[in-house]
């Protein structure tokens, strides 16, 4: 039978997470700072709890999904977490990850941190490819992994309770330099008589032909071999940005978003590997370069 839970948080994203579990069969108890938001999902089946400490109280499987971690903190001061299987999925840094387990292991409790990649529609659609990051006990992840898998995908990264936050958020940086490329593009399109919707398809192709050379910089990056398999090598590359930033002054367009990585391709290039891919990029980035 579908087990009991609890959900602390019913913003966009707990009250997703909540109609998911309670379409799945499971009896879920809510809570919400602002009981109103608890209160709209009495209709859908839900159990509304008067504080956190009541919500904790009345299930083993707590699922927090808060703002950030400090509310995590604020929720949960004064709940007695002995024997509970804490299992949060509000996003936060790998270190607030780590810090968060420890506590809750203080606390009594088996500790899973999750990082949800999806958006709170794509939550309990079959098919949405929506999943969570999950890392922390293997324990509670091997007794729970099938009522976690109800309203997305699960993929359980490891004993280290840093490393969901780590996946999801090396994941969104990526992210955020794809939508700059993306603003960056319309910008220049922009002063010209060229439809967006009609550039849009042309952007979403490009960009997914191109995110496949993630696998060479990975082969690369684990031979060491940053020549490996080249097909365009940095010295053509930082050529091309030069030409990107020359197009972006004649459109009028700020460079402010290309210049950052045109800067850093050629201080390696500078450095003497222009036969190279761009994957030096990534050592570059690494602060502990020539620290140690
Ligand atoms: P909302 O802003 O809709 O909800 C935030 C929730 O946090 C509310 O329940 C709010 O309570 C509660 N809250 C805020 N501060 C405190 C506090 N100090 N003490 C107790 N409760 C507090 O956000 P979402 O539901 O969208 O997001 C929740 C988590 O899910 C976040 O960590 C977010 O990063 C993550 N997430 C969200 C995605 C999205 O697209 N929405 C995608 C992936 C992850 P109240 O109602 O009282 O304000």
Redesign the pocket.
Known sequence: APIPLTVL???????ALVRAWLAAGHPVTVW???PA?AEALAADGATVAASAAEAVAANRLVIA????D??VG??LDGTDLTGRDLVN????TPAEGRARATWAQERGARFLAGG?????PMIGGPGSGAYVFYSGSPALFEEHGTTLAVPAGTRYVGEDAGFAALYDVALLSAMSGMFAGIAHAFALIRPEDIAPKDFAPLLVSWLGAMSGSAHLAAEQLESGDYGKDVVSNLAMQVAGNATLLRTAEEQGVSAELLRPYAALLERWLAEGHGEEDTTGAVELLDLRRGAA
């Open positions: 948080g019913t913003g966009a994203m707990g009250a919400n700072r602002t938001r999904c808060l703002l950030d400090a509310s604020e929720a999925l509000t996003t936060g949800i990649m999806a958006v709170p």
